[in-house]
């Protein structure tokens, strides 16, 4: 009861307007007020309205990694409500799914939360080193069910990363147009990158940086390692004398490439893992490196209700300041 008395107050500061969010909306400087006013509803909205900060309830697994590896330990996940209602009792800054679990039950909770339509899709039924996702909805969707963004997801490194980079230039320059905002999945993989230069700080550095050149308003990617992939890239850091040594160190570099911090950018929170206080530590770390906060699927709905609320609950504190 407490924390939905904390949450209803932070939402109305939220709505007047705090000066981190006229901030952070200056830097979108080309956008029109339909995609500024979208922007302000991500960061107004939940436990953590006002602050700049954001955690999102992304839940894409189902179709990206199957139902039974997404849902089965956790059967309650199976049903699209479920995934609403984790989000809304926890206070959450937004949703992101794919069209069919947006549209399974938008209706009920129109109005209710701030909703990101995932316009693409890739399934592992097919074995491929270059992935290439599908367009699996549209703008003209995302504006049916009421969202405030839509979703995209590309692959630096893929064989097929410039026709992602194409598809993602089309979207994003209607999306724009329609007064909505564009988050930007970025995550590196393909067959010329080794699985561990998928999370390399370099190459995630670049991953971030080449989703904001395409125009992206909020940018996802992975947490990074001090791992360096390219042998270019280990001069440059070296020479520059770049500081990588711990996580905290290596999200204010992305945020650096990510036009100095003028874009937004927010850190998956990975398969599950067992052990709550390794994401709180984490949260720590994109808290004190400057990040923008986190988009946290697996880790959430594969927990048990309470404990997932309680769960998303604390890493909000973390990046209110209130938990250590």
């Known amino acids: 009861m407490a924390m939905a008395q904390a949450v209803e107050e932070r939402a109305a500061v939220g709505e007047r307007m705090t000066d981190r969010v006229r901030e952070i909306l200056s830097w979108y ?15 107004n909205h939940g436990y953590l309205a006002g602050t700049g900060k954001l955690v999102i309830l992304p839940v894409d697994q ?20 479920y995934h609403f209602e984790i989000a809304l009792e926890a206070g959450c800054n937004a949703y992101a799914a794919p069209l069919g679990f947006l549209e399974a039950a938008a209706a009920r909770h129109a109005g209710e939360i701030p909703l990101i339509l995932k316009l693409n899709s890739h399934d592992v039924l097919y074995p491929e080193k270059d992935p290439f996702s599908a367009v699996t909805g549209s703008v003209e969707d995302a504006l049916r069910l009421g969202c405030v963004a839509i ?27 329609s007064g909505l905002a564009v988050v930007v999945w970025s995550y590196p993989r393909g067959s010329g990158m080794s699985k561990e ?52 160190e290596r999200v204010r570099h992305i945020i650096q490439s990510s036009f100095n911090g003028r874009r937004i950018v927010i850190f998956s929170g990975g398969p599950k893992q067992d052990n ?15 990040g923008f906060g986190s988009i946290i699927g697996r880790n959430s709905f594969q927990r048990p209700k309470t404990h997932a609320i309680n769960f998303l609950q604390t890493v909000m504190k973390i990046y209110a300041g209130e938990v250590k």
């Open 276 to 290: 709550d206080e390794d994401v709180y530590d984490e949260a720590r770390a994109i808290r004190d490196g400057g």
């Open 151 to 177: 979703g995209f997801t590309i692959y630096p490194g893929s064989a097929h990363s410039r026709e992602m980079y194409e598809e993602l230039r089309q979207l994003a320059e209607k999306a724009k147009a």
């Open 29 to 43: 400087e080309s956008d029109n007020p339909g995609t500024k006013t979208n922007i302000a509803r991500l960061l």
């Open 197 to 248: 230069g998928e999370t390399a700080i370099d190459v995630v550095a670049y991953a971030a940086h080449i989703a904001a050149q395409l125009g992206a308003h909020v940018i996802k990617v992975k947490l990074p390692t001090a791992y360096i992939e390219q042998a270019e890239a280990q001069k440059a850091y070296t020479q520059a004398g770049v500081r990588i040594g711990t996580l905290a």
């Open 62 to 81: 189902g179709f990206e990694h199957g139902p039974a590896r997404s849902f089965a330990v956790n059967p309650a996940g199976y049903d699209p409500n």
